[in-house]
């Protein structure tokens, strides 16, 4: 791990640089990283407290706030201005406001936001979309009411409009129990006591279906994570199409199917380990298989464990080695932004 990594922090413009094919000049909306890391996240506390205090690459996190090798939960802001040249009336009445949709709320969401959002000058999300009910997805979902408007002087008074949340049968049954103060609709005029919680309308979504969030069509895509799970991974965008896959073992042909049906542009892919899958996540040699099968103009992987070591030295060997076969693959970083035209 050089030094040079830890100077290489101030991201985009190298990084954009390198972006070929997609609409940079006049992207008028943006994807940022929020989170890249496993469900513990990087550092690892594993790593932080043993003797030697760890691994390189944690020890590097922790010793620099500023560092790539600092990895929260999954999870992606979508900052959508649909419709901004071609029809000045969509959306926004062609202010060019963006509508934040954010991909997953887990355990380290305060720290991403309070990371990211002043730097990018974002104060508000629109939609919520959840991918699954695991905790480094949807743990962050009690402290979403930090980021609505409340009264000061709020005493059961008006409450902030309820904020749209997507997701599957599965993942909003589960949030019925984890958090059934965020879930159960308060009736006031029964005596019952409103808490100052936050405030979400649960959109529940099948399979294969497109809904809308924010003006922004955005279908569902079903994955295998682990063998007692169904992952909702996301398609959306129209000029440029994402297509974002945070946690999977398997895709089924039947998926496949939707992703091939036209070139994607942004491929981001689940990779927890660099040298192989695990029970519950794939890992970089299937990841390069499906980025080999896709043909994306880009991959992304996120999901990422201390075993990747420094952040730019492994993107450099991934340049090295698959630049020459034609395969555009990278770790992604937290706070990485991509302009894009959706
Ligand atoms: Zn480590
Ligand atoms: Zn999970």
Redesign the pocket.
């Known amino acids: 791990m050089g030094t040079g990594s830890i100077e290489d922090t101030r991201q985009p413009d190298h990084v954009q640089a390198q972006i070929n094919g997609l609409h940079l000049d006049g992207g008028s909306s943006e994807i940022i990283f929020l989170g890249t890391g496993s ?1 513990s996240g990087l550092p690892s506390v594993r790593c932080a407290l043993s003797p030697g205090g760890g691994c390189p690459c944690c020890k590097e996190a922790m010793s620099n706030p500023d560092s790539k090798n600092r990895r929260g939960n999954p999870s992606l802001l979508i900052r959508y201005r649909g419709g901004k040249r071609d029809n000045p009336g969509d959306v926004d009445g062609g202010s060019g406001e963006a509508k934040n949709i954010l991909i997953d709320a887990g355990k380290t969401f305060k720290e991403s936001v309070l990371r990211w959002f002043p730097k990018f000058g974002i104060r508000t999300v629109d939609a919520i979309v959840l991918t ?1 009910e ?1 905790a ?2 949807i743990l962050g979902l009690d402290d979403f009411r930090e980021l609505q408007t409340w009264d000061l002087e709020w005493r059961g008074k008006a409450l902030p409009p309820p904020t749209p949340v997507f997701l599957s049968d599965a993942t909003y049954k589960t949030l019925c129990s984890i958090f059934p103060y965020l879930t159960k609709k308060v009736d006031t005029s029964k005596g019952e006591f409103q808490r100052m919680v936050s405030q979400l309308d649960f959109n529940c979504v099948p399979p294969l279906k497109t809904f809308n969030a924010m003006g922004l069509e955005i279908r569902t895509l079903p994955v295998e ?1 682990g063998p007692d ?1 169904i ?1 909702y991974g996301f398609d959306f965008g129209v000029r440029d199409r994402v297509v974002y896959l945070s ?1 999977f073992t398997s895709i089924s042909e039947e998926v496949y199917e939707v992703i091939e049906e036209r070139e994607v542009s942004i491929l981001v892919l689940d990779s927890l380990r660099p040298d192989k899958d695990s029970l ?1 996540h794939i890992g970089l040699p299937t990841a390069v298989e499906i980025a080999k099968r896709v043909k994306p103009k880009k991959t992304f992987l996120v999901g990422l464990s201390d075993n990747f070591g420094d952040h730019d030295e492994f993107n450099r060997g991934l340049r090295d080695k698959y630049g020459p076969q034609g395969i555009d693959i990278q770790l992604a970083h937290d706070g990485l932004r991509i302009p894009l035209e959706l």
């Open positions: 469900s699954h695991h480094d997805a994570h799970c992952c946690d519950t």
